[in-house]
């Protein structure tokens, strides 16, 4: 059925699957941007153990598709298993607001990991099986999970400027500890929400488990993934991942201390995103939002190699801006903050023609039986494996970078992932195969 001809999806089911999408990532963007200062900033962990934390979220994406894959696609309801999930993953989160233990922190990380992460593809899953056309509705009901993101990392950074900004002229370690201690208040925030979504997950569309040709969807899922295009899709997902955590482990801390440092000539935006960096974050979800609107057209018309090829390459150019922000000033004129906020709007880009996209070709390759086992699949490589071993390389890096005086070179420590980020194109240029133009579900 090609989009021309498919049905429009109602009014309230892209209502019910929207709020469902807002309420997902919000939770998720309520402490993630500024777990990296929390843990540095006022837990006091080194680097390298906050790669180990950040490390403990890709576990559950791991097991999720032996787990919730398997359940979903065969023995349980979908929304069923979103709902107790989104609960019991609510009263976990809360308890990261107060535990100061390192291994009590990591150990609780990885539950809450462990239920948390497999609701990322099961939202698409549920999303594509109701969706008449997945092209021309899935854009627009998963750019609400953005919006999600971005009001509550807005709503969080402006809740640390009015209640932990300590008076003018106090020293700015004290300050950005100060703003880290308020940091607890996000994870109880996401808490709340968590448990909100998973009583409103058992009032979404019913989604029962699928008969396939085989009781075991992961052995199905497997097969389909080894064939081309996926397989090479798969393949370059991993380091990409790795440069996506990379971003989420640095930025909110680097973009503080910008807004700390700088903050006479960006007392505007401070205004409007509020301070630790995770409000002045979701300039890239906003550019995400559009990036999402325009799929829909866009799909239709470019291939799917394309689309991806340009992801990669604004995952690339985004991590030069950030190395390079003194010599483009000096150089060319342009001035830091200006090249920041263009580097964070890519960020729309990278997501929205790399990742988004590639679930959808993910979507289109695997039979209807197996789609919530394989989006979990492609889950595992984006939030599992990655995340993982980027964590990991990202600590190491973090290490590298930092001098004996405790500063950062930055320059050092983005130019990294930029790199990896143009191996990953050369190769998808060089060897992934120009998809056909998919139309309609």
């Known amino acids: 059925m090609t989009t021309a001809t498919a049905p429009r999806m109602g009014l309230g089911l892209g209502s019910r699957l929207s709020l469902m999408m807002f309420l997902q990532y919000a939770i998720w963007g309520a402490w993630l941007p500024l777990l990296w200062s929390f843990l540095h900033d006022y837990r006091g962990f080194s680097s390298g153990d906050i790669?180990?934390?950040?490390?403990?979220?890709?576990?559950?994406a791991i097991f999720g598709p032996f787990i919730a894959g398997q359940i979903a696609d065969r023995r349980f309801n979908t929304e069923k298993f979103l709902g107790i999930s989104h609960i019991l993953g609510g009263i976990l989160v809360w308890q990261l607001a107060w535990i100061d233990s390192y291994w009590v922190f990591f150990g609780f990380s990885i539950l809450y990991s462990l239920i948390y992460s497999p609701t990322l593809a099961l939202t698409n899953s549920l999303s594509f099986h109701h969706m008449p056309d997945r092209d021309r509705d899935f854009g627009f009901v998963?750019?609400?999970?953005?919006?999600?993101?971005?009001?509550?990392?807005?709503?969080?950074?402006?809740?640390?400027?009015?209640?932990?900004?300590?008076?003018?002229?106090?020293?700015?370690k004290e300050q950005v500890v100060n703003y880290a201690k308020g940091m607890v208040d996000a994870f109880k925030i996401s808490a709340i929400i968590g448990i909100g979504m998973g009583i409103y997950c058992f009032t979404l569309p019913r989604t029962p488990p699928r008969k396939g040709e085989s009781s075991f969807a992961i052995g199905e899922a497997v097969s389909e993934c080894s064939r081309m295009p996926l397989r090479?899709?798969?393949?370059?997902?991993?380091p990409v991942s790795m440069i996506h955590q990379f971003y989420f482990?640095?930025?909110?801390?680097?973009l503080g201390k910008y807004q700390e440092q700088h903050e006479s000539t960006v007392e505007a935006i401070n205004s409007v995103f509020g301070v630790g960096g995770g409000g002045l974050m979701t300039i890239g979800q906003m550019a995400e939002i559009l990036v999402l609107f325009l799929i829909p057209f866009v799909a239709a018309k470019w291939s799917r190699k394309s689309l991806l090829a340009v992801g990669l390459s604004a995952y690339a150019l985004r991590m030069f801006l950030f190395s390079q922000l003194a010599w483009l000033e000096t150089t060319f004129g342009v001035p830091e903050t200006v090249t920041l906020l263009v580097g964070i709007g890519l960020h729309g880009l990278c997501f929205g023609c790399f990742i988004f996209v590639a679930f959808m070709v993910v979507d289109e390759e695997c039979g209807g039986d197996i789609k919530a086992s394989a989006q979990n699949l492609f889950n595992l490589v984006i939030v599992g494996v990655g995340v993982v071993v980027g964590s990991l390389v990202a600590g190491y890096i973090g290490d590298y970078a930092t001098g004996t005086d405790g500063a950062v070179d930055y320059t050092t420590l983005f130019s990294i992932p930029m790199w990896a980020a143009l191996v990953c194109l050369a190769v998808l240029l060089g060897f992934y195969p120009r998809s056909r133009r998919h139309a309609g579900g």
């Not at 999600?148 to 106090?170: A, D, M, R």
């Not at 090479?232 to 991993?238: C, R, S, W």
């Not at 482990?249 to 680097?254: E, M, R, S």
């Open 142 to 172: 998963r750019l609400w999970g953005t919006v999600g993101w971005i009001v509550v990392g807005v709503g969080i950074g402006q809740w640390l400027l009015h209640n932990y900004s300590l008076p003018e002229g106090t020293p700015e």
């Open 51 to 60: 790669g180990w934390i950040f490390m403990a979220g890709g576990v559950g």
């Open 232 to 238: 090479l899709l798969f393949l370059i997902a991993v």
């Open 249 to 254: 482990v640095y930025t909110a801390g680097f």
